[in-house]
């Protein structure tokens, strides 16, 4: 790479970045400005470390107990950890 090449690389590095750093910054600054958002209230507390008062967690909750008391009805087996299960979900949900 001759001399003048290297100024006209050099020129052309500085040009571009002269050009994309002030667009970039005005494209940041647009995604920026997040949508209206919305009330606490209407959330999940996802990151509580608090579980079981979250809807999301008892619904799971109640879903996997009644999964294995079929299991326990359909093959008689772990009928033993449905009725603990059943038992611990109750206490939870008061």
């Given at each position: 790479m001759t001399r003048g090449e290297a100024v006209r690389l050099a020129g052309a590095l500085l040009l571009g970045a002269g050009v994309a750093l002030p667009a970039?910054?005005?494209l940041a600054h647009d995604a920026q400005r997040a949508p209206a958002r919305q009330a606490a209230a209407d959330r999940r507390a996802m990151f509580s470390?608090?579980?079981?008062g979250d809807p999301y967690v008892r619904e799971q909750f109640?879903?996997?107990?009644?999964?294995l008391e079929g299991y326990c009805r359909d093959s008689g087996a772990m009928c033993a950890e449905a009725k603990a299960a059943r038992i611990r979900y109750e206490e939870l949900a008061q």
């Open positions: 970039g910054m005005w470390p608090d579980v079981r109640r879903s996997q107990v009644e999964a």
